[in-house]
């Protein structure tokens, strides 16, 4: 599904070079796959990489099999819109949007009629337990339900990978480990990839493909 | 659509601050669009002032009769003016023609004698299209004014209606006997002995020094001008087709030169010309202050939303999505702007010509008018038009700056 070939991206942080180097990996279509390490030593630098967030410096991004890391901005956009999901620690929702108007949001950008938009940002609410909660604003939502939303706004375009960076920082563990199980959940029955951002143990627990980084390099998949 | 929603959600986000660059957008709408009433006004007095003042719609005159000071003699004139007159009537865009004869000489109450500026109107015709009426109440008031009138139908009445600062250098008034005197076609002098009808107030003091007005019978007496007649002022039925009929009747009258009105006004044109330069001015301050003002609120607005666009451009937006989300926002902003700007412009156009407000004589007048401001939605349009495009303009930077962000920077931005 997502494969990295000898990626290379690096940066000054604090007067010191940091980044990933030389990272090659490939997740698995239909898993929750995370990538775990100390702050500092690349997860999220790789999460923008496959998000196409940013371009590498050396290597390849393959997604779907098809190299990616190459392409100019329109087409990286369009990529991001149709087949690539997104769900930040921040929840990052569209303050002035309500909940269903959020989930809605990328299925208009996309082209959607609203009617339809409407009936799939629905349906992926109520996946999320989060129905009766659709006209509520982002601020009238407790974190987790904001997030469950985010995650909502992620898989109601259907994309092959949602990407997840430490989508449980903000969250205590009440409300992280049933987020995770839920994301779980998602990635089978809807066999959509998870790639997660994390070094919480309780969602490394629930991974099935875990990816170690230390200082920038891959040390151990299991 | 979705754009359009998210960019009026956005704007009620900071309510205060929209309001605010609103109040702006109105202030100038305001401004711009009641001066545009002012300037109406004064076009429109202005206009009626030269086409009733005796211009008409169109003049009929000799070719080159503006050239040199040949204008106040016959030497050039319509030698067949009064048949050119009866012609022109026939035409059916045609309301009506008043010949008219100008001529200069002196005016003398035997003792003293004074330079005159003279014109032959048709004394029965001359009131009913040309505001005579105003002058003579104007000169009524004035010394030795008392009993003005117009001139006298009778074709064997031999009056003249003065200037008031002519009658004054003369010490004439009402009923008072003097002698005009002036060369014929042929250049012999002749005087013909006239009855001071009325006074008249022209408005300007160098008219009132100089001016006087006789029925077209005794210039005819005076001058031996028979059929001859300096112009032809032509009243239209239509005034709003005044440049087309002006093409069409100069090819009807070859040999005679068509003139419209506001080639001739030059008063009209200067004062034109005057208003566009300050209100031109105006208006470019106005445009600057809420280019200024929405450029502002809206670079704070992206300043305040950077994570939220690299959250937008990390879904999938184009940078030019995020241009045109700004642009919605200029849009909604100029167009909330100018629909308050239109509904305060008329309450307080309302208001002001209610109070009926008297404003100062302007220069070389000697008295005041009321102020009107008139509605003029052409004007409202504009300035609507100019705003919109103003607030479009300074959408354009802070939308720049959005869809250059980088996302990676925008989604760390706190």
Redesign the interface.
Known sequence: MLEFRAITRAYELGGERAGVFGVSLTVPKGRLAVLAGPSGSGKTTLL?LA?L??TPDEGEVRLAGELVSSLP??AR??????R?G?V?Q?F?L????SALENV???L???GRTEAEARERAEAALARVGLADRRHHHPGQLSGGQQQRTAIARALAPEPLLVLADEPTASLDHAHGGPLLDLMAELAQERGATFLVASHDPSVIARAHTVFRLLDGKLVEVG | MILARLALRNLLRQQRRTALTLMVVVAGFLALSLAGGFMAQTFQGLSDAAIRGGLGHLQVMPPGALEGDEAQSLEKALPEGEALAQRLRQDPAVAEVLPRTQFMGLLSNGPRSVAFLGTAVDPVLEPKYMACAEALQNGALTKGGTGSRWLSGDPAAREVILGTGLARALDASVGSSLTLMSTTREGALNAVDVEVAGLQDLGLRELNDRFLTVSLGTADQLLDSAQARSRLSVMLKRPQDTAMEQARLQGLLPGTSVKPWFELASFYRQVKLLYFAIFGFMGLVLFLVVLLATANTLLMSVMERVREFGVLRAMGLQPRQLLVLLQWEGAFLGFLGSALGLLATLLLRTGLNALHVQMPAPPGSSHGYELFIHFVPGIYLLVALGLQLTIQVSALFPGLKAARLRIVEALRHV
Do not use: T
């Open positions: 923008q998000g967030l940013d901005e329109k956009c369009d990529l991001r819109l149709r690539l997104f930040f921040a990052n569209v303050p002035v949007l809605m949001l990328p208009q950008l996309q």
